[in-house]
């Protein structure tokens, strides 16, 4: 299971591409990044919502401050499999995120009951507040695969590319399994680069080669906007 921080901020910078695009682009990059020790793994997430879809709709406005709330795994956890409780931040471009682990049944049970697990710590204090000033609900899963690199001159400098993102909004249970409706047309890759601080000269010259112009893309968003809720989408563009 790939580690990772309970608090952190950066920023991220997302790019769609497709296959033709990612092979010259993954072999140019490993000059300066390593793949890290995970190799192609698989994420699912289950993002949590007002029945009113209150939190994407907000955030598919653009404000300068939005927020989400999801349930990670790797893989598909099973019982006593550890998952994270991510509290997602963004301000003004710039990303803070909460995560909590714990098991996979503590944080389905927590979600549906509200009862705190024990022992606390600041991170979930923080989540806890959110989840009890909103009537949350599971909302969408989402789970796509994922290769992810390092810059050899600075590991919190990171390349990663989803493959293959697919959505589903029955049976909302990280265990059920990763399977879902593609959510991207065919051959389409989404790539994130995220950085501690400013972006190295040497991947500003990659990106500038390829072409490649950071882009709003939300998987949560996309699945809302084209999938679930199109023609809300519909009716807001018309005049």
């Known amino acids: ?34 793949p890290d020790a995970y190799g192609r793994y698989t994420i699912g997430s289950l993002y949590y919502d007002t029945p009113n879809y209150d939190l994407i709709r907000a955030s598919l406005e653009k404000p300068v401050y ?7 795994g790797y893989g598909v956890p099973g019982a006593g499999d550890t998952v994270y409780l991510e509290l997602k931040k963004k301000y003004k471009g710039e990303v803070f995120k909460r995560r909590v682990p714990m098991p996979l049944e503590t944080a389905m049970a927590y979600m549906r009951t509200r009862d705190k697990p024990e022992p606390s710590c600041q991170v979930l204090e923080e989540i806890d507040w959110f989840v009890r000033q909103r009537p949350l609900v599971p909302a969408v899963y989402l789970a796509y695969d994922r290769i992810a690199l390092a810059a050899k001159d600075n590991p919190e ?18 265990a059920f399994g990763d399977e879902g409706d593609p959510l991207f047309p065919d051959d389409t890759m989404l790539m ?8 190295p000269l040497w991947l500003a010259h990659l990106l500038d080669a390829f072409a490649l112009y950071p ?9 809302y906007r084209e999938h679930l809720f199109p023609e809300s989408t519909e009716e807001g563009r018309k005049p």
């Open 1 to 34: 299971m790939p580690a990772s921080p309970t608090v952190f901020k950066r920023m991220e910078l997302k790019y769609r591409l497709t296959g033709d695009v990612f092979q010259p682009l993954y072999a140019a990059l490993q000059d300066y990044a390593d």
């Open 66 to 72: 939005k927020e989400k709330l999801r349930l990670r």
């Open 157 to 174: 400098v990171r390349i990663t590319f989803d493959e293959r993102v697919r959505y589903r909004s029955s049976h909302l249970d990280l």
């Open 192 to 199: 994130e680069v995220k950085l501690p601080g400013t972006m």
């Open 215 to 223: 882009q709003s893309v939300s998987k949560y968003g996309t699945c």
